[in-house]
């Protein structure tokens, strides 16, 4: 078992980090400007003030553990400031990014081509920028993204309210409970340095989802706005050959289901 984890942002997938993450480390410490505020769900001793922006809290991170940084990486000063009291040789560092660090521009070709890690990223924006230099000078593992869902967290609830239309679009999800896994299994087994795109696999469009969630729950109401972007389908093979069979909730429907009925 491995000694001491840090995770850096404890927000929606660290509470689903925290259970797992102690049967691979002894000792899991989370963060947050506020800890008393926001991490009473946690024991006292297992909280830990940090403020990126507050570089006073910086010397509460200490040296040696294993850190998993859960919000984006930026301003990129800052991440680099605080990236130099990073000792790399001592330590595993996975950063939670996002795939919308991939740059499709105004491409329309439909369906949108696959996109695997070798693709084009757009490092005009701040969080790609402190994504690569944690990946490029410190050893980081970056992990980027889709959408995350899980209790808490419907899908259904972004389509009742309009946040997204029942489009041609494509979008990629991903399981909080497989993304916990995959963090946890990069933590131990990912190569320092690399990229890996996370989803379920399998690109779906909002259409496809709204039409099949209408079948089976009718409360699922539908937007009036129709987006024409074709959106991204982000590929996993790495991740696949990589990691193995880690996806478990590959049924989005049926995931779905039983959040609604949470």
């Given at each position: 078992m491995?000694?001491?984890?840090?995770?850096?942002?404890s927000g929606y997938t660290a509470r689903f980090l925290l259970p797992p993450a102690s049967r691979q480390y002894a000792h899991v410490f989370a963060t947050s400007r506020a800890p008393d505020r926001h991490l009473n769900h946690i024991t006292p001793d297992r909280r830990?003030?940090?403020?990126?922006?507050?570089q006073s809290t910086w010397k509460n991170i200490s040296t040696g553990t294993d850190l998993l940084w859960c919000f984006p990486a930026t301003?990129?000063?800052?991440?680099?400031?605080?990236?130099?009291?990073?000792?790399?040789?001592s330590r595993r560092l996975?950063?939670?990014g996002s795939t919308s660090a991939y740059e499709v521009g105004g491409s329309r070709e439909y369906p949108p081509p696959w996109i695997d890690e070798t693709a084009p990223i757009d490092l005009t924006k701040p969080r790609v920028q402190g994504e690569e230099f944690l990946r490029t000078n410190c050893g980081a593992i970056v992990l980027r993204v889709a959408g995350i869902y899980g209790p808490g967290r419907n899908p259904i609830d972004w389509i009742r309210t309009g946040r997204v239309s029942p489009s041609r679009n494509y979008v990629n999800l991903i399981h909080v409970a497989d993304l916990a896994r995959i963090c946890l299994a990069t933590l131990e087994h990912g190569k320092p340095g690399e990229a890996y795109n996370v989803s379920d696999g399998t690109p779906r469009t909002w259409r496809e989802i709204h039409e099949t969630v209408s079948q089976h729950l009718s409360s699922a109401s539908p937007a009036a706005a129709i987006d024409q972007q074709p959106g991204?389908?982000?590929?996993?093979?790495k991740l696949g050959e990589s990691f193995g069979p880690i996806i478990r909730h590959r049924d989005l429907y049926a995931e779905l289901v039983k959040i609604e009925k949470e």
């Open positions: 491995h000694k001491f984890l840090i995770i850096l942002g830990i003030r940090f403020d990126l922006t507050q301003p990129p000063d800052l991440v680099q400031k605080f990236a130099v009291t990073l000792d790399p040789l996975v950063v939670l991204k389908r982000i590929s996993t093979v």
